[in-house]
């Protein structure tokens, strides 16, 4: 069962665009949701988190928005440059800081 | 700036072999974690640790060992290699704690063979 979930595998946008990257989650007991970007060879890095007490958070082109009715994030680039062009993970913690993967999106974004 | 460093970048191990994967954080993290990603898989959750000599099972800990003596290190060992653990290994660590940032740090990785 998987519990956090990133349907589309991969999304290609053209440069100045916004990318709009999504994620469902299953479990109601997750209380953070983060948002890591990864090259090749090198290992994730954080980018962006929202607490579950929150719907918003915005960090300069970074915004993510959590919709817990619905059990879904999104996290959206405004506007979008070719070195944004990576895999994209979304996470859920419990506690303590272990946290659960989906599978990534893999965003390619057009000069 | 957290810095978590991965003994090696690539490894490549023969099946049977028993396989030593170190990761040393140094930032006083009281977690540690070891994933492994394979393509379309996302990050998978091997063990985790939460304190010095203490480890927890992840979702897939079958085929895996972990020690940790010493808070800034995370050992993952493969008893006997065998090739469907070829894949890339990510170790992380992160403050822990309740109500404390949730956010990891990972290493660059090490991408294991097995042959």
């Known amino acids: 069962d998987q519990q956090v979930k990133q349907n589309s595998p991969s999304l290609s946008v053209q440069e100045g665009r916004i990318s709009i990257l999504n994620c469902d989650y299953t479990?109601?007991?997750?209380?953070?949701f983060l948002w890591y970007k990864k090259y090749p060879a090198e290992g994730p890095t954080f980018l962006i988190s929202?607490?579950?007490?929150?719907d918003k958070n915005e960090d300069g082109r970074f915004t993510v928005f959590l919709n817990k009715s619905a059990k879904h994030l999104s996290l959206h680039i405004v506007p979008s440059q070719p070195g944004d062009s990576a895999v994209y993970f979304c996470?859920?913690?419990?506690?303590?800081?272990?946290?659960?993967f989906g599978d990534g999106t893999t965003l390619t974004v057009k000069p | 700036d957290v810095k978590v460093t991965q003994s090696s970048r690539y490894l490549v191990k023969r099946t049977g072999e028993k396989v030593f994967l170190e990761c040393v954080q140094d930032?006083?993290?009281?977690?540690m974690f070891w994933y492994r990603q394979d393509p379309g898989l996302g990050l998978r959750l091997i063990y985790f640790?939460?304190?010095?000599?203490?480890?927890e099972k992840g979702d897939i800990p079958e085929g895996y060992s972990v020690s940790r003596e010493k808070k800034e290190r995370f050992s993952l060992i493969l008893e006997s290699a065998s090739t469907n653990q070829t894949s890339m290994y990510l170790c992380?660590?992160?403050?822990?704690?309740?109500?404390?940032?949730?956010?990891?740090?990972f290493g660059p990785g090490t991408r294991l063979t097995v042959t």
């Open positions: 479990n109601s007991m997750f209380d953070y």
């Open positions: 640790s939460y304190d010095v000599k203490m480890k």
């Open positions: 930032m006083d993290h009281e977690n």
């Open positions: 996470a859920a913690s419990v506690w303590g800081g272990k946290s659960t």
């Open positions: 992380a660590s992160s403050l822990g704690g309740t109500g404390r940032s949730h956010e990891q740090y």
């Open positions: 929202i607490s579950s007490i929150k």
